[in-house]
């Protein structure tokens, strides 16, 4: 038991540090993962127990997976300008919270979107008979 708790230590000292290093909010994490604020703010100093489910949620809101903060030898590496965004918009009332929410997995699946539109054209631009 002492293992598994020492693990979870492990982790929430690193995503602190992680949070720290990157400027990244706590509100951001929540709105993320669907995790309550003061639920989070419990697990990240401690005062609660974190789940397996938890640790997957905030890891992946991070971008890294579970694995990455769990390490002896945690080192952050360097933040690659331009590849990510965070934005943090204060407290949200309920209404702008959704807002919030829709406009994270509208920004997560613009690439996505952008990206079978051009394949689209293409495939239109290969199948195209044009006649002389």
Known sequence: MERGI???GKF???VNEYLSERKIKQNFISIKTGIEPS???RILTGIQDI???DMEKIADALGQRVEF???DD???PEQQH???????AGELGEAQEEFAGKLMKFLENADEVLGAEARLRMA???NCICSE
């Open 74 to 76: 945690f080192c952050i």
């Open 124 to 126: 239109a631009e290969d």
């Open 12 to 14: 929430t000292d690193h």
């Open 6 to 8: 020492s693990m979870m």
């Open 39 to 41: 639920k989070l703010s």
């Open 69 to 71: 903060f769990l390490v």
């Open 51 to 53: 789940t397996g489910t």
């Open 82 to 88: 331009g590849s990510e965004m965070f934005l943090y």
